[in-house]
């Protein structure tokens, strides 16, 4: 069986200790090797920053995705949609409309005006 030793702790971390140790491992020696392993194997120190945390990173990808979006909207409003209304007005099968020469007159079918009355002769009518 092996032997324990007391290290003295103040309160408020002993407390911190316990719910961390209960919360991951069976046993606060777990605990303690696991933690102890962990800075050995990384090589790092307690005492020293890792970097920009989950959430810095997280804002700042946000940023670029937010601009990498504005910069493609852009894009199809200034070059992709002239372009493709371009093509398309090129590849449309309906010829070009034949505006009237501004000499031409209109005759409209529908509505033949009679240009030529015969005279009605009132002593013929009785």
């Known amino acids: 069986m092996d032997s324990f030793i007391t290290i003295r702790f103040k309160r408020e971390t002993a407390k911190r200790f316990q719910e961390f140790s209960k919360s991951h491992f069976k046993t606060h020696t777990q605990t303690m090797e696991a933690i102890l392993d962990f800075f050995l194997y990384n090589e790092i120190s307690p005492k020293e920053k890792l970097g920009p945390t989950g959430r810095t990173i997280e804002a700042k990808l946000l940023k670029r995705i937010n601009a990498v979006i504005a910069i493609i909207r852009d894009v199809e409003k200034t070059q992709t949609k ?11 099968s309906e010829g070009p409309v034949k505006k009237p020469l501004i000499l031409e007159k ?8 009679v240009r030529f009355q015969e005279k009605r002769n009132p002593k ?3």
């Not at 002239?82 to 449309?92: C, D, G, N, R």
């Not at 209109?106 to 005006?113: A, D, N, R, V, Y």
């Open 82 to 92: 002239p372009t493709v209304a371009m093509i398309e007005s090129l590849f449309q």
């Open 106 to 113: 209109k005759f409209t079918e529908g509505k033949k005006k």
């Open 124 to 126: 013929n009518e009785l």
